[in-house]
C-alpha cells in the first residue's frame, strides 16, 4: 500500500470529521444523561463499531483504496477512541468509583464486539 499525499489528505480529513462528531456526541450524552459514567464516549464507540462493521461487510477491510481510508481510518478513527475509554476508566478508578470503571470496560469491550459483528451482518457480510 502506498500513502501518497491524497492519502494523507483523507485520513485527515476524516479523522477531523470524526473527531468532531465525537465531540458532540459526548457532549449530548454527557448533557443528557450527566458526568457519572462516561455515555458519551460508550455511544461513539459502539456506533463507531457498529459503522466499521457494516463498512468492512461492504467493502473488506482493504486498506488501500481511498473510500476506506476517509470513512475507516479517517473518519470512524476520529470518532472512535481507546485513549478517551482508557482515561475515563482510570479517572473513575482514581475517584474511588471502581465498579463503574470496571462496568465501562465490562460493557464497552464486549459490546464493541457485538457492534462489529451486527454491523458486518447489517452490511450484507459472509459468516
Do not use: I
Request: a positive charge; charged letters at 5%; proline letters at 2%.
Amino acid at each position: 500500500m502506498t500513502w501518497g499525499a491524497t492519502s494523507l489528505l483523507l485520513v485527515a480529513m476524516g479523522g477531523a470529521l470524526g473527531g468532531m462528531a465525537r465531540l458532540a456526541v459526548t457532549e449530548l450524552m454527557s448533557h443528557w444523561l450527566g458526568h457519572r459514567f462516561p455515555w458519551g464516549t460508550l455511544l461513539a464507540n459502539l456506533s463507531g463499531a457498529l459503522a466499521l462493521g457494516g463498512l468492512a461487510a461492504q467493502m473488506g477491510t482493504v486498506g488501500s483504496t481511498l473510500v476506506w481510508q476517509l470513512l475507516a481510518v479517517g473518519g470512524l478513527g476520529g470518532y472512535t477512541t481507546v485513549s478517551s475509554l482508557s482515561l475515563q476508566t482510570l479517572t473513575l478508578w482514581q475517584a474511588g468509583h471502581r465498579h463503574r470503571a470496571v462496568a465501562n470496560m465490562l460493557v464497552t469491550v464486549p459490546a464493541g464486539v457485538g457492534a462489529v459483528a451486527l454491523g458486518w451482518w447489517l452490511g450484507g457480510g459472509q459468516a
